[in-house]
């Protein structure tokens, strides 16, 4: 069984963001799908520095999805003790990372201009996406959706990356080119800012 870690974090001083949906929308899917019971989902909200560590070592997932708000080469951005914005800097999130490289094989940071901790992560993570610019909330998740629908039938994380892009796509969204993936399978993929 693949354990899928989702962190959320949406600080009261940030904009609100619909990270519930996002994460209703990957357990209905994850719900019908072929082979569900291969995957169990964990989900934890509000998180701050110390959750997240304390969320991959009490976990051990194969697969981490973060949601919520990016800043681009400051870091990623989750709560404080006080519910506010607190940045964890990329060169923190490539060391911690760094010490489940035996154990996560794929890492989805949706969350705007992550690409640069997706760079950092994938120094130690075979599989990792990324957003390249600022990404809405509508695209965000059917990026997702479209991600985890592919995985629940079994096709592999290219697959399912190329699955989102078209669930992005087929909603006439204009922004399946903003997820980027780092794999250790495929040539890099071109930024676009």
Request: aromatic share 8%; with cysteine.
């Amino acid at each position: 069984m693949k354990k899928i870690l989702v962190l959320s974090a949406n600080p009261k001083n940030t904009v609100k963001l619909r990270l519930d949906e996002e994460v209703r929308e990957i357990q209905a899917g994850l719900e019908r799908a072929k082979i569900r019971e291969q995957f169990e989902i964990i989900t934890k909200w509000a998180v701050r520095p110390a959750d997240l560590r304390r969320a991959l070592l009490d976990h051990q997932p194969e697969i981490v999805h973060f949601s919520g708000h990016g800043e681009g080469e400051q870091g990623l951005v989750l709560e404080d003790d006080h519910g506010q914005l607190q940045l964890v800097s990329t060169e923190s999130l490539g060391r911690l990372f760094r010490l489940f490289q035996d154990k996560i094989e794929c890492v989805l940071l949706n969350a705007c201009y992550s690409e640069a901790q997706a760079e950092a992560i994938f120094q130690h993570i075979n599989y990792v996406v990324g957003m390249n610019k600022a990404v809405g909330d509508r695209a965000a998740i059917k990026f997702a959706v479209g991600f985890y629908d592919a995985l629940g039938a079994g096709r592999t994380y290219e697959d399912a990356y190329e699955f989102g892009r078209i669930a992005i796509d087929l909603e006439n969204i204009p922004e399946s080119a903003t997820p980027v993936l780092k794999s250790r399978n495929l040539p890099p993929t071109p930024s676009v800012i």
